[in-house]
């Protein structure tokens, strides 16, 4: 196996012990980091690459996205904008340019998707189902996801779709379209909000999931305060995401647990909600991840660049937690993050952190300086992505 040293990095941010290295160099091999400290110090390896005195930080890990989907809301958009309110009617709208999209479309624009993620830093992504909702549509979706992104979650129950009456409905989703997704699918998701499933409908569907061996996430709190937060931190599921509405019991909760609050920036910007309490849940202690939520109805980008930026700007975090939530945060989110030794759970190369063991998932920035998230947002500053030390972008 040959390994290469990437050198000329001017600001290393580890994400890690380590924090942020100057003039300093990494070495990869075999897709995984072997050697990381100042460049001067650096041995030698089979290849080297200069990256030009630029910054490094880990790749994002986009743990929320619903890329499989065909058809645009452009319409509701500019109706919202206009001041009418979002209220997630719009997803049957996808679903019927999704269900009438044929299999080689829905993967094709899929791996264009995951090509601008990667164009924008992106190095581990996560996809859901849920624009299928109904058995042979939803197992579709399941399996072209498997075939090209790291993370696939089954969001069957993301609305009841129209015509169907919700029980029925749930009892579909836990039954015989779970057992229809399950080899494709890792995780199992439920929209727990007025409008869409309540707590108890979420529970079941959540129960089921875990009895397949799914781990967990929940779709909460994203339109008024609910039971999401809640019904997640109590069955222990990874992640809880959208998180704008929060109880103080709700901040407490997440607080001791494990369940990671993902919060979804461009996705409140675009739905003109109130920007998730980022701030006020680092304080607390509970753990956050930033994602990008690339979906046709509210949230049509998948630049973690401008999420982070925004986080920074609007949500009042340090590019330091900003990134960590971006990177980390979404590894944790995922249960891809490093338990020591640069592994996962699984023992797997872990995602999000730049340390010994790791994936070599490196983004690259055209600029020196990863403030310039922040300092020049809108600009095109990814200049390189390696995963697993290979360039996909
Ligand atoms: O995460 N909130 C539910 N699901 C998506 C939006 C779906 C849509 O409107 O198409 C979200 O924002």
Redesign the pocket.
């Known amino acids: 196996m040959a390994s290469t040293l990437f050198h000329g990095i001017s600001e290393l941010r580890t994400v890690a012990e380590a924090g942020t290295l100057h003039d300093a160099a990494l070495i990869a091999e075999g897709g995984a980091i072997t050697w990381i400290g100042e460049a001067a110090q650096a041995p030698v390896a089979d290849e080297a690459v200069d990256l030009g005195g630029r910054a490094v930080l880990p790749g994002w890990v986009d743990s929320h996205s619903?890329m499989i989907f065909d058809g645009n809301r452009a319409e509701e958009f500019e109706a919202r904008m206009a001041g009418q309110d979002y209220a997630?009617g719009?997803?049957a709208v996808?679903m019927e340019a999704t269900r009438a999209a044929s299999p080689e479309r829905l993967r094709a624009l899929l791996r264009e998707r995951l090509a601008a993620a990667r164009a924008g830093g992106t190095t581990c992504m996560e996809t859901k189902t849920g624009y299928g909702l109904d058995v042979a549509s939803e197992q579709l979706a399941a399996q072209i996801a498997a075939e090209v992104v790291d993370e696939v979650t089954f969001l069957g129950a993301?609305v009841v779709p129209p015509g169907a009456e919700a029980e029925e409905y749930v009892d579909l989703v836990c039954g015989e379209m779970l057992h229809a997704v399950a080899p494709h699918v890792g995780w199992i998701d439920v929209?727990c909000e007025r409008g869409a499933f309540n707590a108890e409908q979420s529970r079941r569907v959540l129960e089921a999931g875990k009895a397949a061996g799914l781990g967990l996430r929940v779709?909460g709190n994203?339109l008024g305060e609910g039971p999401g937060v809640a019904l997640a931190v109590e069955l222990g599921a990874a992640s809880v995401d959208?998180a704008n509405y929060l109880s103080e019991s709700d901040v407490e909760a997440l607080a001791g647990s494990e369940t990671v609050a993902t919060v979804l920036p461009a996705?409140d910007l675009s739905t003109r909600q109130p920007l998730a309490p980022a701030r006020r849940l680092i304080d607390a202690g509970v753990r956050v991840a930033i994602a990008s939520?690339l979906?046709?109805?509210?949230?049509y980008t998948s630049s973690m660049n401008f999420c982070v930026g925004t986080a920074v700007l609007q949500q009042h975090l340090s590019l330091e937690e900003a990134i960590e939530a971006a990177t980390a945060g979404g590894a944790r989110a995922l249960r891809r993050h490093d338990i020591g030794g640069g592994r996962d759970a699984q023992g797997r190369p872990a995602k999000g952190a730049l340390v010994v063991g790791a994936a070599a998932d490196l983004h690259v920035l055209y600029t020196a300086h990863a403030i310039d998230l922040a300092y020049r947002p809108g600009m095109p500053l990814t200049w390189r992505t390696y995963v697993a030390g290979e360039r996909v972008a």
């Open positions: 619903h997630a719009g997803i996808t993301h929209f779709h994203q959208h996705c939520n979906n046709p109805g509210t949230s």
